[in-house]
């Protein structure tokens, strides 16, 4: 990549960066409906998505990304917006450009870049060029709004997220991608974390980062993470996990997680080998700012163990990931 690559100067700078939290549980506690497209909220309500990205920024955000989570033309055509790629994306960018540009330091605006939500062939109807060409039309808004860098997030299938990269490479966007490793320690597609520095062998231009995000909680998305630095050690990993386990109490989905517990789970993270740290589904900036603080006041120690996490963290909800993760974690320490 030729250009200057603004989340590379930051994280040679700092360290250790800390991204944002919660898009869709903070926008519910401000009103959007259920099945309602945030997305939608560019143009309609952009003062709350300002508001989102000025509290997440006040809260001590390195990273903030944008609300196009469901930007793509697959996504948007459930909403009756697929022929508003374009202007949805770029409104998002330039919301969260705004917020940036005025915060008195750095803070990179990242591109949020969901799946599409369709298979690829041969499991389903949507080709790869296809994947591409829907990303790319994504990407353009995101890049003509302003953002510095591509964020892939909650991929499942490795070919979709190279798709989204090649079309960050063709538009010439430094790119980092993110798997929700939610099924048995695995993505649905089946994509172990361990392979994660795999998945953009052979494009012409490497992951500024990858990493995970979202999956079942926060002991279960070390496992990942642990995995992925054991795996690659030099690699910038990303983890953004989710606050607790969502639990459903009568209609209201409430996360388990407190900031005291996501204040852990942000030191076993920077032990583990994480670089970028933030927060999905339940993060509130109230969880944000003790992450914050966890960064902030980091004193190294040793790499964790899958029994460092359970003591301090909770249990597995994944058994598999216990099995795999953890005990493949000990055999590499032990080896």
């Known amino acids: 990549m030729t250009t200057a690559n603004p989340l590379e100067a930051l994280l040679a700078e700092k360290g250790v960066l800390m991204a944002d939290g919660a898009t869709g549980t903070n926008l519910f506690a401000m009103g959007l409906e259920a099945g309602e497209a945030p997305e939608l909220w560019n143009e309609s309500k952009p003062e709350n998505i300002t508001k989102l990205h000025q509290d997440f920024v006040d809260a001590g955000a390195d990273i903030i990304l944008t609300n ?55 499991l389903g109807a949507m080709t790869y060029d296809d994947a591409v ?83 079942v909680g926060a002991a279960d998305i070390l496992s990942s993470l642990l995995d992925m630095t054991a795996a690659d050690p030099n690699a910038v990993v990303v983890v953004k996990g989710n606050c607790g386990i969502p639990e459903y109490r009568g209609a209201e989905i409430y996360y388990s997680g407190t900031p005291e517990l996501m204040a852990e789970y942000a030191h076993l993270a920077i032990d583990a080998g994480a670089r970028i740290i933030g927060g999905c589904c339940g993060t509130s900036c109230d969880h944000l700012r003790s992450i914050r603080g966890a960064i902030d006041s980091h004193t190294k120690g040793p790499r964790p163990t899958i029994d460092d996490v359970v003591t301090r963290i909770g249990p597995l909800r994944n058994k598999m990931a216990s099995e795999s993760g953890g005990s493949g974690e000990r055999r590499r320490r032990r080896g």
């Open 133 to 215: 060409s829907a990303f790319k039309e994504q990407m353009e808004g995101l890049k003509a709004g302003g953002i510095d860098i591509a964020w892939i997030e909650t991929m499942s299938s490795p070919d979709e997220i190279r798709a989204a990269a090649e079309a960050a490479i063709a538009l010439d966007l430094p790119y980092v991608y993110t798997g929700s490793f939610d099924t048995a320690g695995k993505t649905m597609m089946g994509l172990n974390p361990k392979d994660m520095p795999q998945v953009a062998d052979g494009l012409s231009d490497k992951p500024v980062a990858f990493g995970a995000n979202c999956g």
């Open 68 to 122: 196009s989570f469901g930007g793509t033309r697959q996504r948007l055509k459930l909403h009756k917006a697929e022929g508003r790629v374009f202007e949805l994306n770029k409104k998002a960018a330039e919301i969260a450009r705004a917020v940036a540009d005025k915060a008195g330091r750095k803070v990179i605006v990242a591109g949020s870049v969901g799946p599409t939500g369709e298979l690829l062939v041969p």
